[in-house]
């Protein structure tokens, strides 16, 4: 298994910038739908979300509708380490922030191993 740890969180007002980092201990997939990276969100009592995820062979990146054109998720793939750039952040990206491994896409249940999670709260 994969352990993940994420830093970089903490506490900005509205229109600020935060970068988060990840890193793995190691990332033993080989699979196509295992080589993704993901960003990932969740407030209390809410579903966790995908935000951003890249493919860790090609850099390819996706976004959730909600961040695009503020957020920039990218790698170090020498390192093991996925960033998750924010900026212009907002009120409503206030979550818990976790990023993913071993798996392909924003979709939760695609995931394999994941970190435990680094709180980002935006205030206005």
């Known amino acids: 298994q994969v352990h993940l740890v994420e830093s970089g969180g903490g506490s900005v007002q509205t229109g600020g910038s935060l970068r988060l980092s990840c890193v793995a201990s190691?990332?033993?997939?080989?699979?196509?739908?295992?080589?993704?990276w993901g960003w990932f969100r969740q407030v209390p009592g809410k579903e966790r979300e995908g935000v951003a995820t890249i493919y860790r062979e090609e850099g390819t990146t996706a976004y959730a509708d909600s961040v695009k054109g503020r957020f920039t998720v990218s790698q170090d793939v020498a390192k093991n380490i996925v960033y998750l750039q924010m900026n212009n952040l907002k009120v409503e990206d206030t979550a818990m922030y976790y990023c993913a491994a071993g798996g392909w896409g924003l979709i939760v249940s695609n995931y394999e191993d994941w970190g435990q999670g680094t709180q980002v709260t935006v205030s206005s």
């Open positions: 190691s990332y033993p997939y080989t699979r196509y739908s295992e080589m993704y």
